[in-house]
């Protein structure tokens, strides 16, 4: 199963571990925890919140019981996460992909290779698709740089990304 929501990447990894710890060990309902997440992290929204705790899913930090969300008792490394985001995150492959094929490019370049493995149904659910996944390309990227994936150079004026 691949998990799509992507939030913003932190400055720095010690984040990642302090959203997971911001999860309960008992499970709690989806609104409890994004309350939680909200109060404890300074969260602008439950719909950040609620981001993230799709994304600690995608990268096994939470996950979903019957009963609730509780975070798991699975130790959040750099290489971990790097393995997880790349296997269960939609279109983390295929942006770590473009860059090992023509890197380095910036966000804009990344997006435009990626674009045509965008599903139907999302361009035809969202008008403004394009911008959607022009953001998720992005922080993607920002997530590869987090995670030591990627660095960012700059060359002629612009910000690209390239594989470390």
Do not use: I
């Not at 361009?123 to 740089?145: I, Y």
């Amino acid at each position: 199963m691949k998990f799509k929501p992507v939030p913003p990447a932190p400055e720095k990894f010690a984040y990642v571990e302090r959203v997971q710890q911001a999860v309960p060990l008992v499970p709690g309902t989806e609104d409890d925890c994004c309350a939680r997440l909200v109060d404890r992290l300074d969260l602008p929204s439950r719909d950040a919140a609620r981001t993230w705790l799709t994304f600690l899913r995608a990268l096994e930090l939470a996950e979903e019981t019957p009963s609730g969300y509780r975070r798991t008792d699975r130790e959040p490394t750099v290489s971990a996460c790097r393995e997880t985001l790349l296997n269960r995150v939609f279109a983390a492959e295929a942006v770590h992909e473009t860059l090992a094929e023509a890197g380095p490019l910036t966000a804009a370049e990344a997006f435009d290779r990626v674009r045509e493995r965008v599903p139907a149904w999302e361009r035809h659910r969202d008008a403004e698709w394009t911008d959607t996944w022009r953001e998720r390309v992005t922080r993607l990227l920002d997530w590869l740089v987090l995670l030591d994936v990627t660095e960012r150079v700059e060359r002629d004026g612009a910000t690209r990304y390239r594989l470390t």
